[in-house]
Each structure stands twice: as C-alpha cells, then as structure tokens.
C-alpha cells in the first residue's frame, strides 16, 4: 500500500511538472512574493547559480525559478518534495536557493523534520550560500514543534554552514530550551560559551536565563546573571528589574524587591505598571499595608499613573485585614484621580463592609454601584440582605431586595427563603405576597438549590 502510494505521488508529481511547463507562460523574471523569506534578498553566488541553471536548462526543461512556482503551488508538502527531486534529476539543471528555502519551510510546517536536514545536506554539498532567514525559520519550525533538542542543534549547522549566527538567533534557541526545565541548564550552557561563535548575549538574552532561573527557584544565580551585566557593559532595561523582582517576591522577599525599585529609580529608568502590580500585590500579601498605600501614591509622581488594577490591589489588601473603611478613602482617591472603580472594585468593597458589619456604608456602595449600571453578583446581594437580617433590619433588608428587583436583578433562592422566613418571623405576610408578585415576573437565579 505505502508503495503504491508513492508511485502515485510520483506520478502525480511528474504529470504536474510536465503540464506546469507545458502550459504555463514563459517566466521573465524571478517571482517569489507570497512566502515569508521575501524580504531577505539572494546573494551575489545564488544569483549566479540560478542564472547559470536557467541558462542551461530552460531550453530542454524551463527555468528554475519556474520550478520553485510551481513547487510553491503545492498544498502536498510530500508531492511537492516529489517535484522538487524530479527536476533536480535533469541533465543540467539545478534549483534556485530560493526552491530549497520554499520546500523546506513546507515540510517544516507538516513536521516532516527529516526531509530538512536532507535538504540541508544537498545545500551545503552544492556549495549554496545559506543566509540566516532559512535558519530563523528552522529554528521557529523546531520551537513550535516543541523540539528543543533539535533547535539547539540548529545553532551548531549554522556555524558549519559558515553562516554566523547573530544575537536574535540565540535568543530564540534560549526560549525554546527554557521553556523545558530539564534544558535549562544545557541553555545555561550554550549562553556561557556563545561568545565563542562570535555571538555576544544581548539584554533579552540575560533577560531569557534571569526569568529561567527564578522561575525555576535558582534566584541567587538569577542575581548573579543581573550583576555580570554590568561588568559587561550591558545595560539592564526595565524588563530586567521587574523579573528580579518578581522572583524576590515569590521568594517573600519583599522589602529587597523594594529597594530594587528605588534602584530603578535612582538609575533614571521608569518602572512598567506590570513592575508596580508585582510589588503592590506582594506588599499587600505581606500586610504591609501602609508601605503599598504610599508606593500607589508615588507612581503618578513617578511617571507611571495608576490604574485599575494597582487600585485593586490596595482596596482587597485593606479589605482582607478588615480595614474596609480604608478602602473606601482608595476608591474615593480613585475617582479623583480619573481612574473609575469597577465591578470587581465594588464587590470587594461592598464584601468588606458587610463583613465587618458597617452595612450602611455597604448598602451606600450597593446603590451607588447600580446606580452607575452594574449588576451586583448574587452572592454579594445575599450578603448584604443577610448581613441587614442578622442585626434585625428586616425592613431595610426588604428595601434592598426590592430595589434590586426594580433593577432587573434577581436574588438567588437562597436569599429569597432566607428574608421569607424573617419576614415570617415578623408576620409581614402582606409584603411577602407583594414581593412575591415581583418575583414571579422575574426569573430566581439558581445554583445547586432549587425553589420547589
């Protein structure tokens, strides 16, 4: 069967190639515009072997870059590698560079790597300039294709292609080996001895090893990495801070982290609200509350203007140690600073409060939160409704839920049952008939229990 099929895609490919040169027009010029390596330009020693290729063969057979259209046209990689080694087998005929860069980006694309180093193969014994576009290319193939191993060892045929790889080359080898923590070490590795090559580890290569590294729990070599940039006369951008500090923070070393930013600081950079959030959220974590209330006040000074998440960040940090009404001077600093609260901003607010029992400050929010067209979730209605029944305000609990069914919300079913049986309590029957009319024109929101 498998041989059966190969005679067919040879046949096919044979039966392609004649029509394609029968029929089509005579090509003028070179013409590959639709593949990515458009940009990079043939060398001086490929352009000669293709105009001495068409020269010879054009007559008997067509030219190459004829050849390389038609191996482009293909959507069967393996039918187009059938057509490739048809035409390579005429007397006097040889294929562009431009048609071994075509077909092996499209048997990397269908994963069939073995195919490709063939081709490598037949390019380096054919005496081909290789530029580095077709190894950026490879090395993404392999990188997509989660073969790490492989990518590390296009580093290597670059070097005996004699084609230089350049800083953006290692780079990528380093993303693609970091990101399997058993090739860390082999990425640390191929990063100390790159120089070496000629090839000189940039910022983002520092940048690659440092993330690896905290990631992976190894901070104090992380550290070591940042210090070697500087006795190397390679500058640290922001990115480089903000991993260190990252790892510090997972690490609780929060205070560390800190003295980072004001290094930062010190050094003129201008930290990135993701290099905010991190030490916020830690200083929150760590109760260390008032040092995260004061770093929020300093970023718009700093450059660096708030914005919904960093505020946030505050308003839970203050609400988890029952400082809710802290949080309610955030939101209130929030809007005067132009950044409006959303629904996350008043549902921990709102969830403070009645946790600690100031109900009129929640019940305030509540209003205030629907009056500006945002739903309340459920839970945070039950909350409230709950909290208001608990110290006997039955009334104004009714008032809640009234309000929210005047709004379109509806409670869950266990909200319902609960001010029920309040109400029960205090024989209000009369308003439950009246709530219960509402209700029946709205749909109860149900989880798990259901109203029978």
């Known amino acids: 069967m498998q041989l059966q099929q190969c005679f067919i895609r040879s046949s096919k490919a044979v039966g392609a190639l004649a029509r394609y040169l029968i029929h089509s027009p005579k090509a003028s010029s070179f013409l590959y515009s639709s ?17 001495q290729g068409e020269a010879t063969a054009a007559s008997a057979f067509g030219s190459s870059s004829r050849v390389q259209k038609l191996i482009a046209s293909q959507s069967d990689p393996l039918l187009a590698k059938e057509i490739f080694d048809y035409a390579a087998r005429q007397p006097n005929f040889r294929h562009s560079y431009s048609a071994y860069l075509t077909l092996i980006l499209k048997l990397g694309r269908s994963n069939h790597f073995s195919l490709i180093d063939n081709l490598l193969i037949r390019l380096k014994a054919e005496g081909y300039t290789v530029t580095p576009i077709l190894f950026s290319h490879i090395i993404k193939i392999y990188g997509e294709a989660d073969m790490p191993d492989k990518a590390l060892r296009t580093f290597y045929t670059m070097i005996e292609f004699h084609c230089k790889p350049l800083p953006k080359h290692l780079n990528r080898i380093l993303e693609v080996l970091v990101a399997h923590r058993n090739h860390i070490r082999t990425a640390f590795d191929l990063f100390k001895n ?7 580890p940039n910022t983002k290569s520092y940048n690659i090893l440092m993330r ?12 070591q990495l940042f210090n070697k940039m500087f006795k190397r006369d390679i500058v640290p951008d922001v990115e480089s801070y903000r991993i260190l500090m990252q790892g510090l923070c997972r690490k609780g070393q929060v205070n560390t982290a800190a003295d980072f930013l004001e290094d930062m600081l010190n050094k003129g950079f201008v930290p990135d609200t993701l290099t905010y959030t991190t030490l916020l959220n830690s200083l929150c974590r760590k109760k260390k509350l ?34 809710a009404i802290d949080a309610c001077k955030v939101l209130e ?45 459920f839970s945070l209605i ?18 809640v839920l009234w309000e929210i069914l005047m709004h379109g919300e509806v409670p869950h079913s266990d909200t319902w049952l609960m001010i029920v049986s309040r109400m029960c309590e205090g024989n ?10 509402e209700i029946q024109q709205k749909e109860i929101k149900q989880s798990r229990k259901y109203m029978v």
């Open 382 to 399: 039950h909350t409230l409704v709950n909290g208001l029944c608990n110290v006997g305000r039955v009334e104004e609990a009714c008032g």
């Open 212 to 223: 690896a590294f905290c990631l992976n729990g190894e901070l104090s070599i992380a550290y």
């Open 35 to 51: 593949e990515p390596h458009k940009q990079q330009p043939p060398t001086d020693q490929n352009q000669r072997h293709e105009r």
């Open 290 to 323: 008032k040092e995260a209330y004061k770093l929020l006040c300093r970023m718009k000074v700093k450059g660096c203007n708030p914005d919904i998440v960093h505020y946030n960040t505050i308003v839970l940090g203050f609400c988890r140690e029952g400082r």
């Open 194 to 200: 790159a120089h070496r090559y000629g090839v000189f």
């Open 333 to 377: 600093d929030m809007e005067s600073n132009g950044c409006l609260p959303n629904m996350l901003s008043y549902r921990t607010l709102i969830s403070g409060l009645c946790d600690q029992g100031i109900l009129d400050e929640g019940k305030k929010y509540m209003e205030e939160m629907i009056s500006k067209g945002f739903s309340p979730h």
């Open 428 to 437: 209000e029957i009369g308003k439950i008939e009246e709530i219960e009319k």
